[in-house]
């Protein structure tokens, strides 16, 4: 397993064992304050670990979480509903005689203080439930049940949150605007988000870190944008993407565009704003990345950065290959993916170490 050094550890796991004929031996550490997406293929051992996690399967092993150990070798076992997890899963579990309203107020109750966790009334504003709350879960779509299931997880004030694509049934709109929300309460609470999702794009929207698994195992952790970039998730074509962190320099000017600092370069992008200083996410899809070897002119393009070229990947049975650029040097940890042709790469004499010119087509923008 590959890491990267980062913030220390709100949750730390290494849990071995088998479900059947499935085994799982497989090890993370997730920062408080921060998102971490276990991504794999279905059957990959996601939702296992995330019960595991919970204790809601028994699995050999150590888990710990912001200093108190859940279980270890010598025997030690915290059950479940004493770990301060909240966990949603894909099939919602709510009370089924209780209205939704009398759902989130069971969790409130039994909650512990945490200052600055959430009231009912912001979670209902946030997930949108107020015209749900005199109803039934029979009375519910599977979107709904979803939105009141994350509800009464949060209402719980958790530690440890847990989502087993808790969102799978929610339009697009309404899934974003929550998954940014939820990404700013783990940041301004403290709290230790562990997400599985098979949904590429909403991994790239809502993680700071991403933990590869394949057959039970973890295969690479690490900040988002070093694992898609450096790990290289095998995307289809025009999904392959990175997620970079810049800082604004200053807001929209005249022209309606605001300047960023990227690892000491400069980024021109449209349609935000914030105080200067703030970090913000960007993300940048392979097919909106081309090189050059001499710096280019006359081009409508505006953003063009300097990089290094750090590895060259062969996509067998396609004419592509995939190019990785540390832009700022061959040091940098921001990596940039480009993907061109080898007749391209054999005409501009590519290679790792070769310094180059990445014009940016497109940048996106996604809440830091």
Not at 44 to 57: I, Q, S
Not at 195 to 207: P, T
């Amino acid at each position: 397993m590959s890491a990267s050094a980062g913030p220390e550890p709100g949750l730390s796991a290494d849990l071995r064992g088998a479900v059947g004929s499935f085994r799982i031996e497989a090890g993370l550490e997730a920062p408080a304050g921060r998102v971490t997406s276990v991504f794999g293929p279905s059957g990959a051992g996601k939702t296992t670990l995330l019960r595991a996690v919970a204790g809601l399967t028994r699995l050999d092993g150590r888990v710990s979480a912001f200093g108190e150990v859940w279980q270890d070798a010598d025997g030690a076992f915290v059950p479940p509903h004493r770990r301060g997890v909240g966990f949603c899963f894909q099939e919602p579990a709510l009370f089924s005689h209780l209205t939704v309203a009398e759902n989130l107020a069971y969790a409130r109750r039994r909650a512990p203080e945490r200052p600055g966790a959430p009231v009912s009334a912001a979670v209902v504003e946030r997930l949108e439930l107020a015209p749900l709350l005199d109803r039934t879960p029979a009375g519910l779509s599977g979107g709904e049940r979803q939105r009141a299931a994350l509800g009464r997880a949060l209402l719980s004030n958790p530690g440890v949150l847990l989502l087993d694509e808790p969102l799978s049934g929610v339009h697009l709109g309404a899934r974003g605007r929550i998954l940014d929300w939820l990404r700013g309460l783990a940041r301004d609470l403290g709290l230790v988000v562990l997400q599985v999702s098979h949904d590429l794009g909403e991994v790239i929207r809502f993680a700071h870190r991403i933990a590869l698994i394949s057959d039970g195992r973890i295969t690479a952790i690490g900040p988002a944008g070093t694992i898609l970039a450096g790990e290289g998730i095998r995307a289809p074509r025009f999904e392959a993407s990175v997620v970079l962190v810049a800082r604004i320099l200053d807001t929209a000017d005249a022209a309606g565009l605001s300047t960023l600092d990227l690892d000491g370069q400069r980024l021109r992008v449209a349609g935000m704003g914030g105080q200067p200083g703030r970090p913000v996410r960007l993300r940048v899809r392979a097919r909106d990345v081309a090189l050059a070897t001499t710096r280019p002119e006359g081009l409508s393009i505006r953003n063009v950065l300097d990089g290094v070229i750090r590895e060259l990947r062969d996509q067998p049975g396609t004419p592509f290959i995939e190019v990785v650029v540390a832009v700022g040097g061959a040091g940098s940890r921001n990596l940039l993916l480009a993907r061109i042709t080898r007749a391209a790469a054999t005409e501009l004499e590519l290679a790792p170490g070769r310094p180059v010119h990445v014009l940016l087509k497109s940048v996106c923008l996604e809440d830091p």
